[in-house]
């Protein structure tokens, strides 16, 4: 289909938005012009002009607002925003932000959650800080609305990002996050899956204390206490204090509940040990030594 073919139906579309004396049209005609700009851009899509697709899109969404349709402007909005994608532009983000805005307000916050994290995959590898943010974001979406709990899928897909991009510290965040949610659903497996995640994640790091820290505090939890990953975690943290390097992986290779966390985590745990193991063993020696004062004064993860 050429990019003549969307020109006729934009312009018819751009005409009726503009008051005509002629044809005793005295306002905007978005009720007709609206399927003119979707039709123009599937026009352009498929001819492969995604700039002028990504413009006839922004105009259906803005049809679909002046109609009070928010949900299908957010849709054609991410059409939008797809095509900024496939043409190399630098408005992904934007566009994808203001999808969600639109979500929101049809009352779909999980939509508008999953509109954030496509726009913090694909920005991954061009703006990991961005993408960071946007996981995030997606995340605090669902926790305002009470709606964590609801969305395992993206909680997984947010700390794989995290993960990808080395920015461990959001994803033990998000992994936290996660278990506290499984919590509230009583999902005991996700949650354990969670709190064992998080320490092979600092242990990757190379931030033996906060593993350990986080450790402590999950023992608290009696779900997680009583589970295999809590037994896997106690022989990790024994296999760290040894200071041998092979000791760490044959643990990991050992114990089953460390191949059934989730990919990316699994990954990191198939590369422990990372950096300088005795110095860890140190680190840990320490921590251990403190321990036995109960937990009376940590904080309670549930």
């Not at 993408?131 to 899928?153: N, T």
């Not at 939890?221 to 809590?230: E, I």
Request: charged share 25%; aromatic share 8%.
């Amino acid at each position: 289909m050429a990019p003549s073919d969307g020109n006729v139906d934009f312009e018819k579309a751009e005409k009726l938005c503009k008051p005509s004396v002629m044809s005793l049209r005295l306002k905007a005609d978005w009720e007709t012009a609206t399927p003119l700009y979707e039709k123009a851009g599937n026009s352009y899509r498929q001819s492969k002009s995604y700039e002028r697709a990504r413009d006839a899109f922004e105009k259906a969404a803005a049809g679909h607002q002046r109609q009070g349709s928010p949900w299908h402007s957010a849709k054609s909005l991410e059409k939008a925003a797809d095509m900024e994608k496939m043409g190399g532009g630098m408005d992904v983000e934007v566009l994808y932000r203001d999808a969600a805005r639109a979500y929101m307000e049809a009352g779909r916050t999980q939509s508008a959650a999953e509109a954030l994290a496509r726009a913090a995959l694909h920005l991954e590898g061009l703006d990991p800080k961005a993408s960071s943010q946007l996981y995030m974001d997606a995340v605090e979406m669902l926790e305002d609305d009470g709606k964590q709990g609801l969305a395992g899928d993206l909680f997984r897909q947010a700390i794989g990002g995290q993960i990808r991009m080395a920015r461990y510290a959001e994803a033990i965040s998000l992994l936290l996050k996660f278990a506290l949610a499984c919590h509230s659903l009583q999902l005991t497996s996700s949650q354990c899956k969670a709190y064992l995640g998080a320490v092979v994640v600092w242990l990757f790091a190379q931030n033996a204390g906060e593993a350990w820290a986080v450790y402590q505090d999950a023992m608290g939890v009696d779900s997680f206490a009583s589970s295999d990953g809590a037994f896997a975690a106690e022989a990790l943290f024994e296999a760290y204090r040894s200071g041998d390097g092979e000791e760490v992986r044959k643990c990991v290779q050992g114990h089953s509940a460390f191949l059934e966390l989730d990919n990316q985590v699994v990954r990191l745990a198939k590369k422990l040990p990372q950096g300088d193991v005795r110095q860890m063993a140190a680190s840990l020696g320490s921590s251990f030594s403190e321990a036995g004062t109960g937990h009376e004064e940590e904080d309670d993860l549930t």
